[in-house]
């Protein structure tokens, strides 16, 4: 099991240019997460899907920032347009049911020039 | 509101000796703790949670309601425990908050 998978690894662009996040969660999870992590704030949750439904957003910084979850083994994280200020590392994370463990993926670099 | 407190960005020991990693806890309802490790080049992994209580790799961490505390602690450090750790509260509402993390350097 590979698990879960992001891509891509660094993301380099633009100011006001659209950026694409991508996870693949491990087979079987019901939960996916998305992550942003900085110097300054440490780990912050953005959004949360169960079963492909978001659950709750209120961690998501404005309206630049949208997630979707089309299917069970698919998301993304879009920023658009995208801003200095959201360089950071974003992480997609997934779990097996409620409360359990979360497993992360190796994150995606992303710097907005 | 939930808050999650790692008062020490860094923090550094010898080998062999003991370490306690710090994380403190706001939360106005039963708490679940987690830590989380990130060794240099790995992904960000689960290490051990409060209601397992369990040691790994010689880590065990005990929730502390009283002083809303739940630190880490190994008595003798070794150089692969050197690494990033998180520690992380659960809250009703399936949110999982993370402090600000805890560089781990043990000197050989």
């Known amino acids: 099991d590979a698990g879960v998978i992001q891509s891509p690894r660094h993301e380099v662009t633009e100011m006001g240019q659209e950026v694409t996040l991508r996870c693949k969660p491990i087979?079987?999870?019901?939960?996916l997460f998305w992550y942003r992590q900085t110097m300054m704030r440490g780990l912050e949750l953005l959004i949360y899907?169960?079963?492909?439904?978001?659950?709750?957003d209120s961690g998501m910084p404005e309206d630049r920032f949208s997630a979707k979850m089309p299917n069970a083994s698919f998301s993304t994280l879009k920023i658009q347009p995208s801003e200095p200020r959201d360089s950071a590392v974003y992480f997609c994370?997934?779990?097996?049911?409620?409360?359990?463990?979360?497993?992360f993926g190796d994150g995606t670099r992303l710097s907005i020039l | 509101a939930q808050r999650v407190t790692q008062p020490e960005k860094l923090l550094s020991v010898f080998k062999g000796a003991p370490v306690e990693l710090k994380c403190n806890y706001s939360?106005?309802?039963?708490?679940?703790l987690f830590w989380y490790v990130q060794y240099s080049r790995q992904r960000l992994q689960l290490l051990l949670r409060h209601i397992s209580r369990e040691s790994i790799k010689g880590f065990t961490a005990d929730l502390n309601k009283g002083e809303t505390s739940f630190h880490l602690k190994k008595p003798f450090a070794q150089e692969e425990d050197s690494a990033m750790y998180y520690c992380?509260?659960?809250?009703?509402?399936?949110?999982?908050?993370f402090g600000t993390g805890t560089r781990l350097t043990v000197i050989p």
């Open positions: 899907f169960n079963n492909n439904v978001p659950i709750d």
């Open positions: 939360y106005s309802g039963s708490p679940e």
């Open positions: 992380a509260l659960l809250t009703g509402a399936n949110n999982l908050f």
């Open positions: 087979s079987g999870h019901d939960y």
């Open positions: 994370a997934s779990s097996f049911a409620d409360r359990s463990a979360q497993h």
